[in-house]
């Protein structure tokens, strides 16, 4: 793509020279992002952007990736290396036959060859799946067919715990790639593969509207869809980067989502690379002692990780954050669920830098709404749309929609038309027609907008509790909750009541060393009246152990619903258990 006159900023002139986050932004729109890509004369390839074009530049020995191994140690990957490997690994598929528009399927940890696997594949202009390694065979399946898969790329243990016995059911499946040097039958070891591969692969130029990723989202609503993104959200993904993450050239970098759900391939391969960072991948689940010791040694700069993980730190307390140097840190984002004011105030104490809470959905492909680096955080609230990001909060009215006056609450919406927008979802087009009207996409989530233009989630639009007239988002009652010194978790869920039509449930979880005794019940009850009035707050509270969460760390409020009223479970693919 050639680059437009109307360039207003370079991607050399944001942040290379040392940029803080503390620093003014230029508010130039996604509209002239394009002048942070390349392209080829209106073509482009998202793994070019993300890759090549740095080695092309110079950029080459500069350290793409570090990945930290599970059991100590680490394995760093230049620009350079990515660049060979990812040619390889293209050679391989067009050697096997396959041609772009056909689907890949990644199944395995966070490894080197999970990146190489998903680059590779968009090189070669193939649709990339990941998908999380810890599912069990049958969301593995389902999702495999959904997407047609021709090609699957896994480790051997999990071929033959979860693959082998439906394997040959699903006829679209071609090659299956083991990583490794050996292989099961009728499969083919990755190593052996790539070793006579060529390097000097030539990047398959697309049209920027051919599909490049499918992503399945959480799930926690119900059965999940796959939401199709092209290569031309890679626009979007170099621009809200920098704008919302403040990514800049060398920056290092940790995103601690799995690839298998759509931040962890955004903002934890594409956008990083493109901004053509330096950074880390942790091979190994959250550990608190691991986690604080990676931000010091690795002298992390940039950070984003979600609410669940930051919860698990708070229950641990400050102190035991108290022996490291987070000098280094200069941004701190959170996506995924809201993030509890106590969070934020926390993060400040313990890092000396709030987390900034950015929101978006699978379906957004990237950040649209994000307490920006310079910008005032307001602790529970989402931010504020990126430049050239137009969010507004819609009701229905009659068969039309309007916006609702400044601080009511109301459906959020977008203006549809940013480069990272899903382009359907797969198979279920009428779904995915449903999701637009008047000229807006309805996101599904409830929020309001204050006078100074920040969003506030109230709670998805399925979660919404309504009591003796009043409208209840769950947030606002687990923000509560989480305040109270005992707890650590809370899920709030509407339960039908004859007099009030709801009323309002919590199930929480408790902070180490607090004992679940019925006095304590009746404390965080009393804690919660006090903050949120008798109308609000909950009128019986449960104490868990864990509470029922989506492997991308949500709380599966619907699960708790239907488990208190003993009503089918409906799609629980994605619930979290201990099976690896
Ligand atoms: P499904 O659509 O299958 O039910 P899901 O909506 O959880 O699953 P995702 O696309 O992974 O799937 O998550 C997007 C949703 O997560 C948003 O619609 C919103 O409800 C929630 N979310 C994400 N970020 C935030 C945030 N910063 N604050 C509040 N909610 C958030
Ligand atoms: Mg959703």
């Not at 810890?134 to 969301?139: L, M, V, Y």
């Amino acid at each position: 793509m050639g680059k437009q006159s109307s360039i207003v900023f370079s991607p050399m002139d944001i942040g290379s020279q040392g940029t803080h986050a503390s620093q003014p932004r230029n508010d130039a729109g996604w509209r002239d992002a394009r002048a942070l890509i390349d392209g080829f004369d209106g073509r482009l390839n998202i793994a070019f952007e993300a890759v090549d074009r740095h080695v092309l530049a110079g950029h080459g020995a500069q350290t793409a990736i570090r990945f930290l191994k599970k059991n100590g140690g680490h394995e760093d990957m230049t620009y350079e290396d990515l660049q060979t490997q990812t040619s390889r690994f293209a050679d391989v598929l067009t050697r096997n036959g396959l041609s772009p528009g056909d689907s890949v399927f990644g199944l395995m940890g966070r490894v080197p060859e999970l990146y190489v696997c998903a680059l590779g594949a968009l090189k070669a202009g193939l649709v990339f799946t990941p998908l999380f390694s810890a599912f069990g065979p049958e969301p593995i399946r389902t999702r495999m067919e959904i997407g047609s898969a021709r090609v699957l790329v896994t480790t051997a243990a999990i071929y033959k715990r979860k693959i082998a016995a439906w394997r040959h059911e699903l006829e679209s499946l071609k090659l299956v790639l083991i990583l490794g040097d050996s292989a099961p039958e009728g499969c083919v070891a990755l190593k052996d593969a790539m070793a006579p591969a060529s390097t000097s692969f030539e990047t398959v130029r697309m049209d920027p509207e051919s599909p490049a990723l499918i992503h399945f989202t959480s799930g926690t609503t119900g059965k999940p869809k796959g939401a199709v993104h092209v290569h031309n959200a890679v626009i979007y993904h170099a621009f809200s980067g920098r704008r919302a993450l403040d990514l800049t050239p060398g920056t290092k970098y940790w995103c601690t989502a799995d690839p298998g759900w759509v931040t962890g391939t955004s903002y934890g391969i594409i956008s990083p690379l493109v901004n053509r960072v330096t950074m880390i991948v942790d091979e190994a689940e959250f550990d608190l002692d691991r986690w604080y010791g990676t931000l010091e040694r690795e002298k992390i700069e940039v950070w984003y990780s979600a609410p669940t993980a930051i919860r698990m730190m708070m229950r641990e307390g400050a102190e035991a954050a108290a022996p490291y140097d987070f000098s280094a840190l200069r941004f701190l984002g959170s996506v995924g669920e809201p993030l509890n004011p106590e969070a934020v105030v926390w993060s400040e104490k313990v890092f000396g830098l709030p987390f900034h809470d950015n929101w978006w959905q699978t379906e957004t492909g990237g950040i649209m709404i994000a307490n920006q680096p310079g910008m005032t955080v307001k602790p529970g609230s989402m931010g504020k749309p990126l430049p050239g990001i137009e969010a507004g909060i819609v009701e229905r009215s009659g068969d039309g929609l309007r916006e609702v006056p400044r601080g009511d609450i109301g459906e959020l919406a977008l203006r549809p038309g940013w480069p990272s927008m899903m382009r359907t979802y797969l198979h279920e087009q009428a779904r995915y027609d449903k999701c637009f009207r008047d000229g807006w996409y309805l996101s599904g989530d409830l929020a309001f907008c204050d006078e100074d233009g920040y969003f506030w989630f109230v709670g998805r639009a399925d979660d919404l509790i309504k009591t003796s007239g009043h409208l209840i988002g769950p947030f606002e009652v687990e923000s509560a909750l989480i305040e109270h010194q005992a707890v650590a978790e809370a899920g709030v869920i509407g339960v039908p009541d004859e007099t009030a039509g709801e009323i309002v449930k919590a199930y929480v979880t408790l902070n180490p060393g607090c004992e679940p005794t019925e006095t304590l019940e009746q404390d965080i009850r009393g804690h919660a009246r006090k903050k949120l009035g008798p109308a609000v707050a909950p009128r019986e509270i449960l104490f868990r152990n864990t509470l029922p969460k989506t492997r991308s760390g949500k709380i599966m409020r619907r699960l708790l619903k239907a488990r208190e009223l003993g009503l089918p479970e409906g799609d629980i693919s994605t619930l979290e258990t201990d099976e690896t």
